[in-house]
């Protein structure tokens, strides 16, 4: 009865560190991916202030022409 009793313990215990061991790869995994994105984020930002783009200036220049349409 000891026997089973140690054995099924062993088991449960291995059990539980193979959770332990997902859990704490789970949590380095979205860390890593997370500081991924906010350097992507960051790049992206660094590029756009560096490279701007015209697509505002063509929006400004639109809303500067006169309507034809008033007579």
Known sequence: MKTLLLAFSIF???NLQGCTVVAIADA???TVIGVGKVAVKGT???VDAAI????DDDEDQEDDEPDNDEE
């Open 28 to 30: 380095a995994a979205s």
């Open 52 to 55: 701007p783009d015209d697509d």
């Open 12 to 14: 449960v215990l291995l």
């Open 44 to 46: 992206v930002a660094v």
